[in-house]
């Protein structure tokens, strides 16, 4: 069994025959048509940019998601009533003769009590220097563990987080891509906010259709 920490990014290509599409219509789709920010919305992405500029290079990792991460996905509030959002859970599949599995910081599924059907993660809360492992490679393998779990041809959505810089990714069959760098300590957040709102609207259509 090999958990998700100890996977890079060649070895989820390899190892699942996954192929990297660097112009891929879903992502675009995701990451078109941006919603504007209310006027409450705006003060609060103003006051979380200014912090994080203030102290990106020196927050550890548990103090850029408590004082950073956490209070962003509050706004967008991941929680409805045909989903929730999970922190620090345990995910675990077979595949073939083995098992892979491992903790993951964020992600939003179905469930009441605990997690069924995985739609959304944001993996790996790195800092911006001294980070360790391959945080696009951990949040691959753990998209590809949602993939076997769901058994459904519905795109996974994801996102890792390296300081200052998110990073959009999508997989869906085989194929998978990711975003270029979006900067939180510029007005790229209010990006990053929209995108993080878009993605409920995409999970709310993907459990109607189902």
């Known amino acids: ?6 996977w890079t990014l060649a070895e989820v290509e390899d190892t699942f025959n996954l192929t990297l599409q660097k112009d891929y219509n879903l992502l675009n789709q995701w990451l078109d048509d941006t919603l504007a920010p209310t006027e409450a919305e705006n003060i609060l992405l103003t006051e979380l940019r200014e912090k994080l ?26 929680d409805a009533t045909d989903y929730q959002s999970f922190i620090e859970r345990e995910l675990e599949v077979a595949i073939e003769d083995d098992t892979i599995s491992g903790m993951v910081d964020f992600f939003v599924a179905n469930g009441k009590r605990y997690p069924k059907h995985p739609y959304f993660f944001i993996h790996e809360f790195k800092k911006e220097h001294d980070s360790s492992g391959d945080p696009f490679g951990q949040l691959l393998i753990t998209m590809v563990a949602a993939q076997k779990l769901n058994n459904d041809t519905n ?10 810089f998110w990073f959009f990714v999508i997989l869906a069959g085989k194929d998978y891509a990711s975003s270029l760098a979006y900067d939180a300590t510029k007005d790229e957040l209010k990006n990053i906010f929209s995108y993080l709102k878009k993605t409920k609207t995409i999970i709310a259509e993907i459990i109607a259709a189902r």
Do not use: Q, T
């Open 53 to 78: 500029k203030d102290h990106v290079w020196d927050w550890n990792e548990w103090e850029l998601k408590g004082k950073f991460i956490f209070p962003l996905l509050l706004a967008v509030n991941f």
């Open 155 to 164: 795109p996974i959505y994801g996102c890792y987080v390296m300081g200052r």
């Open 1 to 6: 069994m090999k958990s998700f920490s100890k």
